[in-house]
């Protein structure tokens, strides 16, 4: 079998669990397989790189700064590829340049455009274990990118494509994706399987444990995904096309603390406006989420959504600068707001869900300030402190502790 194993920052933060992933790699290279390694910078390394960044440049140029990034990776590689060699392993560490990963030009978040496998199975084939860095790329001009914040999870899937690999696993310090963060809930359930969709919905709502592009990938290429603790021996979760566990109406339940809304009153009620307003917001590469209309006062309408708080300030300023074109009479903007959501493959089969999440929402007393559905999602706003219990209460609902 060729194998695709990723670890996660957090399971290679210093020697002991350097050590601890390089035996785990051992044992299914000592079976006869062929071992492929993705790994993370070690710890918080990325996060400190980024914050030396700013002692020297408080807006440093894309391309220095991935320059900078990418040698967190290159750092555990070689650790890694070292500590193989002390445990008398063969086995080498190979950087973005080296493999050939290609990457779109846009520093901070390129894209993989190609991947080169030829240097990886000649290593493998002579006997090696390949350990690559995850998170870099090379574009066009030959220089190093990155491919934004979690982005080894993607590069571990593109190589398992690209490799033609049979297995993918992403190596984490939880043991699985559960059914809503264990922090907050804490009876939350591990899951067996879930989908790509359920859990493309649940990483891009912040469930932080994949990285959303490398589901992206995973669907696409039909990668099959096992999620699993570095740190023990248990399951883990299977992220795959389809489940067998048909029943479950609601795999996982997942919170955005990250998210503002912005109110646009008193605008005219004729065709256009909303175009107008959402293409100002688009080309400054705002993405807009839950959107809201409503009948405001004499022939006017109101128009809410959700942005990201990172990008909140630039949304309502863009919308200021043209209040005048787009007939706005005012912006406004709340940040203490939450977006709570119930994510299920079974949902399009069945009816029902929106009732059973709102009556949750009615048991504790939360007031629901926008909803937002897709055929396997139901979104609603909240207030930002009512957050944490109306979780749990949704949770319980549909998923019995
Ligand atoms: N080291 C990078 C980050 O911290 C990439 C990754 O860990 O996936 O974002
Ligand atoms: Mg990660």
Redesign the pocket.
């Known amino acids: 079998m060729l194998i695709v194993k990723k670890f996660?920052?957090s399971s290679v933060a210093d020697a002991e669990r350097i050590n601890n992933v390089a035996d785990r790699c051992i044992e299914d290279y000592s079976k006869g397989n062929k071992v492929v390694v993705v790994l993370?910078?070690m710890g918080k390394?990325?996060d400190a790189l980024l914050n030396r960044a700013q002692t020297i440049h408080p807006n440093p140029p894309r391309r220095e700064l991935d320059m900078l990034l990418a040698t967190?990776?290159q750092t555990s590689v070689a650790l890694m590829a070292m500590a193989m060699a002390r445990k008398g392993v063969p086995a080498i560490s190979l950087n973005a340049w080296q493999v050939a990963m290609h990457t779109t030009s846009n520093y901070g978040n390129a894209r993989f455009k190609r991947i080169d496998s030829e240097r990886i199975l000649n290593e493998l084939d002579s006997g090696r274990i390949v350990i690559v860095t995850?998170?870099q790329g090379v574009n066009r001009r030959d220089d190093l990118t990155t491919l934004g914040?979690?982005?080894?999870?993607t590069t571990a899937v593109a190589l398992a494509a690209a490799l033609r690999a049979d297995a993918c696993e992403i190596y984490t310090d939880v043991e699985g994706i559960y059914t809503a963060d264990p922090r907050i809930v804490p009876h939350a359930k591990k899951m067996k399987e879930i989908t790509y969709d359920e859990m493309l919905e649940l990483a891009t709502l912040g469930a932080k444990v994949l990285?959303n592009r490398s589901v992206e990938l995973a669907k696409k290429y039909g990668v099959t995904l096992v999620v699993r603790s570095s740190l023990n021996r248990q399951e883990g979760t299977i992220v795959k096309e389809e489940t067998d566990v048909e029943s479950m109406l609601v795999s996982g339940v997942a919170v955005d603390k990250n998210a503002a809304r912005i109110a646009v009153l008193g605008v005219k009620n004729e065709p256009g406006i909303a175009f107008r307003i959402f293409d100002l917001l688009a080309r400054h590469n705002i993405n807009v989420d839950v959107i809201l209309q409503s009948i405001g006062r004499d022939d006017t309408k109101d128009i809410s959504f959700t942005v990201d708080k990172s990008q909140a300030r630039e949304a309502v300023e863009a919308l200021r600068e043209n209040q005048k074109r787009l007939t706005i009479s005012e912006v406004k903007e709340e940040e203490n707001i939450a977006k709570l959501s119930v994510v299920g493959a079974g949902m399009q089969t069945h009816a029902g869900v929106a009732a059973k999440m709102f009556e949750a929402l009615y048991d504790v007393g939360v007031n629901i300030r926008m909803i937002a559905t897709s055929e396997i999602r139901i979104t609603v706003l909240i207030g930002l402190e009512d957050v944490d219990m109306a979780m749990r209460a949704v949770h319980d609902k549909f998923i019995d502790a």
């Open positions: 996660g920052g993370s910078a390394t990325t967190g990776e995850g998170f914040r979690g982005g080894s999870d990285h």
